[in-house]
């Protein structure tokens, strides 16, 4: 039997990283068992379902290189084959009509809150045979005095006593399919062996292993992950930061880094952190699934992208920078020299074109108030000394320059410091870099010399 899995997000909002990481799961547990990973798109709420997000969907997920198998099934397409299901289950008794009102559901869920009891609809029309000429739902005749049992591969054997359930709603009065029929319905439809999602999901699927049951369809296997939490161990939401998918790519995170930290969180092999996407297919299984919520760490995942981007090449740092900066007069030697001075100082891709603004930026630096004060606070005579020295280096290097500021302090009876720090505010407008002498032979001795005219 081929395994064939599924990742079935409603288009009302953004790729979340909570759907991304059972996305993720999914496409694992099918590519390690030569199976099938598809795409479903559950649209049927029209009224919040959006093409801006479905399309938010395909281009995040290919970002992070979850590639899916064949077409994109749209659940709207399937909405009359959906009713015919109501219709069949209707015919078979497996399911009736109820004519119960809006007002005499909410009459009931407003009197079980002030009992204090959980809400559960009563069955009224359970067994009724009539036809009324009045709006109805097709509700499930859930079969009573008896348990559904869930063998789920993560959380083990779970039963529920059947009695406790609704006889929930297929068909809601405008003959529009509700998401508990429709998912079973698309999932027989896709060939789903494999059912892997958030344990939010666990109540619905008693409900849904009862209507496979009831249409005479094999069960696929049901795997549940238990949720993300924020570090506190409250239930991940918007305000705990950063959470889509898409903010993390326009916040230039490597696609490599959050698909590293969505696998671990909430799955482990042994004490290894760092997964290609080839050792992570080959090694990945259910059992390595924790039963606990993950807690989200976002330090620990800044530090998986740090880890990442340190391992960029030189050569894809140039073509990235190239969005930002015009550097088509410079060599690519040249920036090879620069960016290995950058790299390793830079903690990720927004911090490297943030720190080498000051050095390919065509238009003026701007100064930080330290750097100003640095300048500001130096006596002039100092700053002509060290300006007048550095335009007669002969031989424009690193080691040539230290030597000359080097002269400049022991001559002033200064600290090196005090002599580097004004000018690495006059060439950087920082306060902190890089060796300065390693800026002023990259910046070139015509270059340094103008800012620090400028700004002496």
Not at 205 to 226: A, M, R, Y
Not at 334 to 357: M, P
Request: one cysteine or more; charged letters at 30%; aromatic letters at 10%.
């Amino acid at each position: 039997m081929t395994i064939v899995t599924r990742f079935a997000p409603s288009p009302t909002g953004l790729l979340h990283i909570g759907g991304a990481r059972t996305a993720l799961y999914n496409y694992l547990y099918a590519k390690k068992n030569k199976g099938k990973f598809k795409l479903r798109i559950e649209d049927t709420d029209k009224e919040r379902s959006k093409d801006s997000f479905s399309k938010d969907i395909y281009e995040n997920m290919k970002w992070l290189g979850l590639e899916w198998d064949e077409k994109v099934i749209y659940q709207s397409e399937n909405i009359s084959a959906h009713v015919e299901l109501a219709e069949k289950l209707l015919k078979e008794n497996k399911a009736y009509r109820c004519y119960c009102t809006k007002e005499e559901i909410e009459n009931a869920r407003s009197k079980a809150k002030k009992d204090k009891k959980p809400y559960r609809y009563d069955r009224k029309y359970r067994d009724f045979k009539d036809i009324l000429n009045k709006p109805y739902v097709i509700r499930v005749k859930i079969p009573l005095n008896t348990k559904t049992v869930l063998n789920d591969k993560i959380l083990g054997k779970i039963v529920v006593n059947n009695n406790e359930l609704d006889d929930f709603i297929i068909l809601r009065t405008d003959k529009t399919p509700t998401y508990m029929l429709s998912v079973v319905a698309d999932d027989k439809l896709m060939g789903i062996t494999d059912v892997i999602r958030g344990d939010d999901h666990l109540t619905n699927t008693f409900k849904q292993l009862i209507l496979f049951n009831l249409l005479g369809w094999k069960t696929p296997s049901f795997s549940h992950i238990p949720l993300i939490h924020s570090k506190e161990g409250s239930k991940l939401s918007k305000r705990h930061g950063d959470l889509s998918v898409k903010q993390y790519k326009e916040n230039k995170y490597l696609p490599e880094a959050l698909l590293n930290y969505l696998l671990r969180l909430g799955w482990g092999y042994g004490d290894k952190e760092f997964f290609s996407i080839e050792e992570a297919v080959s090694l990945f299984n259910l059992k390595g699934v924790g039963k606990s919520p993950a807690k989200f760490d976002q330090k620990k995942l800044d530090n998986v992208n740090n880890y990442y981007y340190k391992k960029i090449p030189l050569e894809e740092l140039i073509k990235i920078i190239k969005d930002y900066y015009n550097i088509e007069n410079y060599t690519e030697d040249y920036l090879k020299k620069l960016l290995l001075v950058f790299h390793e100082r830079s903690e990720n891709i927004t911090d490297l074109i943030e720190n080498i603004n000051y050095m390919l930026k065509e238009k003026e630096i701007v100064f930080s108030e330290q750097a100003s004060n640095i300048i500001k606070s130096t006596k002039k005579e100092v700053l002509n000394i060290i300006f007048n020295s550095l335009k007669n280096v002969d031989a424009w290097f690193a080691p040539n320059i230290e030597n000359t500021l080097k002269k400049v302090a022991n001559d002033l009876e200064l600290k090196l410091f005090n002599v580097a720090a004004p000018v690495r505010a006059a060439v950087t407008g920082k306060s902190h870099s890089p060796s300065i002498f390693k800026i002023l032979e990259l910046l070139g001795q015509e270059n340094a010399l103008e800012r620090i005219k400028k700004s002496f």
